[in-house]
């Protein structure tokens, strides 16, 4: 299998390697940024001192966030609508 992608990979146009190997790297990059905002976030969770809110936290993080964002489309609709009148 690797040498069958290998072969394919090295028949390519170099026009064609470059583009691979930009989208290649670009996505390692978000692949990082999304690894390090996890590490942030983990270890912020980590270094709280109660046990029981600590459990809360890591078991509705999702729903915590889903909240949080909710609120800032809240906030931003009714900014624009003030602007508007």
Not at 24 to 40: C, K, L, M, Q, Y
Not at 58 to 83: A, G
């Amino acid at each position: 299998m690797i040498k069958a992608i290998l072969a394919l990979f090295l028949k390519l146009p170099l026009v064609f390697k470059s583009l691979s190997t930009v989208f290649i790297s670009f996505f390692e990059a978000i692949a990082r940024f999304i690894d390090d905002i996890g590490f942030h976030i983990l270890q912020s969770i980590r270094a709280i001192r109660f046990p029981d809110v600590r459990e809360f936290l890591s078991e509705h993080m999702v729903t915590i966030f889903l909240f949080i964002i909710l609120l800032i489309l809240i906030y931003l609709t009714f900014t624009n609508k003030k602007q508007k009148v």
